[in-house]
């Protein structure tokens, strides 16, 4: 028997990324929808997926899509489709930048945070694709629990109280005397996740959605691009650091560079997979 245990991921939801997919998910969230559910999809490189009730349910009304505002990387979460406009409940984590979910209308909503990633990644592997989402749909963790005891779950989910702004950094008198701070930067080089990440944006990205790099031209220089996708969200921050051309510039104008997390929308809030149920333990279309 293997030993289990509880741990927290925490997902930061974008409002402005999808707007309907954003108040889906806290609507569920808020009924508890997510409670015990198990993670019954795990492909390792492409998505973790789940969003199937622990009891069965009515068949859920779907949603209009979203337009597709943000890209489908490493660490975003997205609702899972049999077609357009198929969207219930059902969302998938992706593991990788999967920019070819983009052109088929998957719009993420939200980004796990911090070192929530190590989390997912650890989410159990062994059944892959295997479990019959009909016979969850019918049975609910009934099924599961039987013939999938090793199942990942999320024990429950809840919304973070609304309107507690992060804490913010407190300067102490000596440190406001003291010379701003030389920003840690890096150019991002060939085979770095940041200079594919970058290559992307640049030769394709920015032709395909324009609306997502203001200020840019696919002219505009590979430390350009870096720097906007180091200031766009917490996930690519983590990914891509300041550029040092940036933070020369931000140093000599004394002015600190920072990870920009994003906005924390009213229509999400930060959202916590709190008690995630861990036993220690190629890409096929998406499907809900």
Not at 27 to 47: H, I, P, T
Not at 72 to 97: E, K, V
Not at 152 to 180: H, L, Q
Not at 254 to 260: C, D, I, R, S, T
Request: glycine residues 10%; proline residues 7%; neutral net charge.
């Amino acid at each position: 028997m293997r030993y289990k245990e509880t741990v927290n991921v925490t997902v930061r939801v974008h409002p402005d990324w999808a707007p309907l997919g954003a108040e889906r998910f806290k609507k569920l969230v808020e009924q508890g929808w997510y409670n015990d559910a198990g993670v019954f999809r795990v492909v390792k490189g492409f998505v973790a997926q789940f969003g199937l009730p622990a009891k069965s349910q009515p068949d859920m009304e779907r949603i209009a899509d979203d337009k597709v505002k943000h890209a489908n990387m490493r660490g975003t979460i997205t609702f899972a489709t049999s077609g357009p406009n198929t969207r219930t409940s059902q969302l998938f984590i992706n593991y990788a930048d999967n920019h070819f979910l983009n052109q088929q209308g998957f719009a993420p909503f939200g980004e796990v945070l911090g070192d929530g990633m190590a989390v997912v990644d650890s989410f159990f592997a062994g059944y892959a694709e295997h479990p019959d989402q009909r016979k969850i749909q019918a049975e609910g963790n009934a099924y599961l629990d039987i013939n999938f005891p090793q199942m990942t779950k999320f024990t429950k989910v809840f919304v973070k109280s609304a309107g507690k702004p992060e804490p913010a950094r407190r300067e102490t008198p000596a440190a406001k005397k003291e010379a701003p701070a030389a920003v840690q930067c890096l150019t991002a080089v060939e085979g770095t996740d940041c200079y594919k990440q970058v290559t992307w944006a640049r030769e394709q990205g920015i032709k395909e959605h324009p609306e997502w790099y203001p200020g840019l031209t696919s002219s505009s220089s590979r430390e350009e691009f870096q720097a906007h996708l180091h200031g766009k969200t917490h996930a690519l921050s983590l990914v891509c650091p300041v550029p040092c051309t940036t933070a020369r510039k931000d140093t000599a104008a004394g002015g600190a560079v920072g990870a920009a997390g994003g906005a924390v929308g009213a229509a999400g809030g930060a959202v916590h997979h709190a008690g995630v149920h861990i036993p220690l333990h190629d890409p096929v279309p998406i499907t809900g």
